[in-house]
């Protein structure tokens, strides 16, 4: 449902800004191609009944292309039949009426047919729709220059697995967890990956503002025969965020002769200059599609920080816990190789005695079992120390990007005598409350908030009818060149103004109602994720503060059990060299000591992983605060020195 009112203020007697008055009941509703009336025979007008203009008239009564879709340049005659032939086919009567058709044509218009161009052309559009329509169309169809895909460079050569390390640790510096954090920071691809959604996000922005751009648009037309004419128009249009205003303005020339009909396409000689604005009262005042597509691009470039922040959280998370399992595995295998040293050891004690008849065989032998058996722990814990390196070379990386693989030189010698932290879980509502209000996920949620909002108004905007108001002017210059009488629709308007309104409103509201509907329905259901996600953000920090707690009591306990299993073997190897103690009960003990201590190294492996899993949680990455308040300070401590 639409209407128009227009108030138009003409400086001459015809005007030719929105078109003339066209005589003799000429109807612009039937189309800019209406044959006028001096063209009319009969007083029928019908297509086959005789509205058949005089030579020449077709083509001066129908423009070429610009309004409306093509016309017939020429309608012939349908001859009747008699009332004894209808008892023909239908093929021959309508053959004959082709023909008779035919000859009234060539009669008309002097005997011609099909141009060839003419041919070649309708030839050419059915050939290319006909390529365009089959289906499946060939991979990379009609694109005569593809842009070759980006490749990465050659893949750097694979560093040798680290050697395992040596019993007593070297005096070189070990590795920090601090460089692993900063090498992530500098150098891990996949935070550069996430990085890219700033640009992304500043690209779709600036594209989104880009329909805030002035569109110039220009045109020629040249046109032969019986109204020859040259049209030139040249314009500009502005969009602007102010209210849903748009201006334009323009330059456009038409010389030449013009029929009654195209009267307004005449200007004097200089051109006509035009100018205008277009002003949405009701919908699209507060908000049209322009604006919501630029707003939520706004949003979403603030979107991409706490998604790269995010991304920060796991990625220095997981390199904190790589780190930690790579200590965890090089303090098991220097275990397992004391563990194996014991057994060689007392080995070559056993021989010489076995030498010297002093015991028999079975003792040696038990020892040579134990010691292959304490071999094969060596080789499986060598294998998780290498796994473990190569697990945190992801994160350890040079200069140019390429993954560093830790030797075992680098490892902690001090390792398995860190002093844990205490953690305070009397705190745990403050760290609750720090990790809702630094959570990225939760920030996240309102920017999503935000744009789902602008959606909803969106929607409730196409509630509202289309009532827009215009006004525009335009003034010729130069000689005005007039044609035949040079008076009414042939005269040219000095200064034109016109000022008008319209109006539109879908009745039922149907796809309004609809969007307005689901932006709502979206809205409540990001608002029961949020609370979700709310919820999960709370657990997560008691679940880390709980984790944190349990390993670092577990750590103290099983440092207890390392004591007394240590002090336990000194005595059995006190009393097997007296030989009041069996070489299978020594064996025991010394697995036991050594479960002890793998016990210890394991735990307090654990209690660091829990430590980067607890900052984690509370949204801290390596470049903010190392702690909260259940644990203000989390960097590892060494033991002092007695």
Not at 18 to 40: E, F, I
Not at 387 to 398: E, I, K, M, V, W
Not at 431 to 451: G, T
Request: proline share 7%.
């Amino acid at each position: 449902m639409g209407g128009r009112a227009v108030r138009r203020v003409s400086g001459g007697s015809g005007g030719h800004l929105r078109g003339p008055r066209v005589p003799c009941g000429s109807d612009r509703g039937r189309g800019r191609g209406q044959v006028p009336c001096a063209g009319r025979t009969g007083g029928g007008s019908g297509m086959a009944g005789g509205a058949v203009p005089a030579p020449g008239g077709a083509r001066a009564g129908l423009d070429r292309a610009e309004r409306g879709p093509a016309r017939l340049r020429g309608v012939a005659a349908v001859k009747r039949l008699p009332t004894g032939a209808r008892g023909k086919s239908a093929g021959q009567a309508g053959g004959a009426a082709v023909r008779s058709g035919g000859e009234i044509g060539r009669k008309r218009y002097g005997g011609n047919e099909m141009r060839p161009r003419t041919a070649l052309a309708l030839a050419l559009t059915f050939s290319g729709a006909g390529c365009a329509t089959r289906s499946p169309l060939p991979d990379g169809a009609f694109v005569r220059e593809p842009l070759p895909a980006p490749q990465l460079p050659a893949a750097p050569k694979p560093q040798p697995l680290p050697a395992p390390p040596a019993i007593a640790p070297s005096a070189g510096s070990p590795l920090q967890l601090t460089e692993v954090l900063k090498s992530i920071d500098a150098a891990f691809p996949l935070l550069y990956a996430i990085e890219q959604e700033r640009a992304i996000a500043a690209g779709q922005r600036l594209a989104a503002e880009g329909q805030f751009d002035p569109t110039i648009r220009a045109g020629a037309v040249d046109q032969a025969g019986t109204f020859s004419s040259t049209r030139l128009d040249a314009g500009v249009q502005q969009a602007t965020p102010f209210g849903g205003v748009t201006t334009f303005a323009g330059w456009r020339q038409g010389l030449g002769n013009f029929p009654i009909y195209y009267g307004e396409r005449k200007t004097a000689e200089g051109g006509e200059f035009r100018a205008g604005v277009n002003v949405p009262l009701l919908q699209n005042r507060d908000i049209d599609a322009r604006r919501a597509r630029l707003r939520a691009a706004q949003i979403a470039e603030r979107a991409a920080d706490p998604t790269i922040r995010r991304a920060r959280l796991d990625a220095f998370r997981a390199g904190a816990q790589a780190y930690w399992a790579w200590q965890t595995a090089g303090a098991q295998y220097r275990i397992a190789k004391d563990l194996l040293a014991l057994a060689q050891k007392r080995q070559a004690l056993l021989d010489e005695s076995f030498k010297a008849q002093n015991i028999g065989e079975a003792v040696p032998t038990l020892n040579r079992r134990l010691a292959a058996g304490r071999e094969e722990t060596l080789l499986a814990t060598e294998r998780a120390l290498q796994q473990a390196a190569l697990r945190l070379s992801l994160f350890l990386r040079d200069p140019a990007g390429d993954p560093v693989v830790p030797q075992a030189e680098w490892l902690r010698p001090d390792f398995p005598e860190l002093v844990p932290a205490s953690p305070t879980s009397a705190q745990l509502g403050a760290d609750v409350a720090a990790a809702l209000a630094q959570r990225p996920e939760l920030v996240q949620f309102q920017l999503e908030k935000e744009r789902r909002a602008v959606e909803l108004q969106l929607a409730t905007n196409q509630l509202q009818p289309a009532l827009n108001a215009y006004a525009q002017v335009a003034q010729d210059v130069g000689i005005a060149k007039k044609t035949f009488t040079g008076s009414g629709p042939f005269d040219t308007d000095r200064t034109a103004a016109e000022v008008g309104a319209t109006f539109e409103v879908p009745l039922p509201f149907r796809n309004a109602r609809g969007l307005s509907a689901t932006a709502r329905a979206q809205l409540a259901q990001l608002l029961a994720r949020e609370r979700y996600a709310r919820d999960d953000v709370t657990a997560q920090v008691q679940d880390a503060v709980s984790e944190l707690q349990q390993a670092y009591l577990r750590v103290g306990k099983a440092r207890e059990e390392q004591r007394q299993a240590q002090r336990v073997l000194e005595l059995d190897t006190e009393s097997f060299k007296a030989g009041n103690t069996s070489l299978i009960d020594l064996n025991i003990q010394e697995i036991a000591a050594a479960e002890a201590r793998v016990k210890v190294v394991t735990l307090l492996g654990n209690y660091y992983q829990a430590v980067a899993n607890y900052l984690a949680a509370l949204g801290l990455d390596a470049t903010g605060p190392q702690g909260g308040a259940v644990l203000p300070n989390t960097a590892p401590q060494a033991a002092p020195k007695p």
